[in-house]
């Protein structure tokens, strides 16, 4: 992501990550760390080298900054907006019951605030592989949040990682309605098993659900809003 930054780290150290973690990297990935090992590949530059004396580089734009434009567009519209965070992390379903917990308590007893109301939240969340379906953590995110609030009325939401790449899919992420899930099955599409099996593309995409942008060659981590609608 920096490819005019100094990087410290070194093949040496890449190999030592795999071995703490007892990462199986593909045998290429392997060979080729090895061999920069053995200095027949040269290092990245490092902090100090003269590649960098006329290099300055500067943050122009930040995941807050994007939070506070999408909170001034809602906020134009009449809507109240909270920004819950711009670095929120965790596991993506763990993330999703919690911010589910919050829009739950506005649309069912209007507190801390009335409809309609938008929670918005950056940051990216990780996901457990634990299956072999495709989808990123956004489409992990929205779906466990879309069963969490599944009989929630007027409840809607939108995924999407602002470089536009979803973990290695091609759409930025995803929307969710309230008639999602119930769409899902009638087309025979299981949410749950779709969620455990960590096969969420599968199911947004069945929905045509999925948000498409292409490569936006920005990136300031996820994007994340739910909107709580009066009923």
């Known amino acids: 992501s920096g490819p005019c930054a100094p990087d410290a780290s070194t093949f040496a150290s890449a190999l030592r990550v795999l071995d703490r973690y007892g990462i199986d990297a593909p045998a290429a990935v392997q060979a080729h760390l090895r061999r920069g090992q053995r200095s027949e590949i040269g290092e990245t530059p490092k902090p100090g080298d003269r590649a960098f004396a006329r290099v300055e580089n500067r943050v122009i734009v930040t995941s807050q900054d994007a939070l506070q434009a999408a909170a001034g567009y809602f906020r134009a519209h009449g809507m109240t907006a909270a920004v819950l965070g711009d670095s929120v992390s965790g596991e993506a379903a763990g993330v999703a019951g919690m911010q589910a917990a919050m829009a739950r308590q506005v649309a069912l007893h209007s507190q801390p605030w009335a409809p309609p109301v938008a929670l918005i939240s950056g940051g990216e969340?990780?996901?457990?592989?634990?299956?072999?379906g495709r989808g990123g953590r956004c489409s992990e995110f929205l779906l466990?949040?879309?069963i969490a609030l599944e009989g929630v009325p007027n409840v809607c939401a939108l995924a999407c990682d602002t470089d536009g790449l979803d973990g290695t899919e091609t759409?930025?992420?995803a929307l969710l309605t309230p008639d999602t899930l119930t769409h899902a099955r009638r087309l025979g599409v299981d949410p749950a098993a779709t969620l455990s099996?960590?096969?969420s593309w599968r199911l947004f995409s069945a929905t045509g659900d999925l948000v498409v942008t292409g490569p936006t060659r920005t990136n300031v981590n996820d994007y994340r809003v739910i909107l709580v609608l009066p009923v």
Do not use: E, I, S, Y
């Open 197 to 199: 099996g960590n096969d």
């Open 171 to 173: 759409n930025a992420g």
């Open 125 to 132: 969340c990780t996901v457990t592989v634990r299956g072999d």
């Open 144 to 146: 466990a949040l879309g």
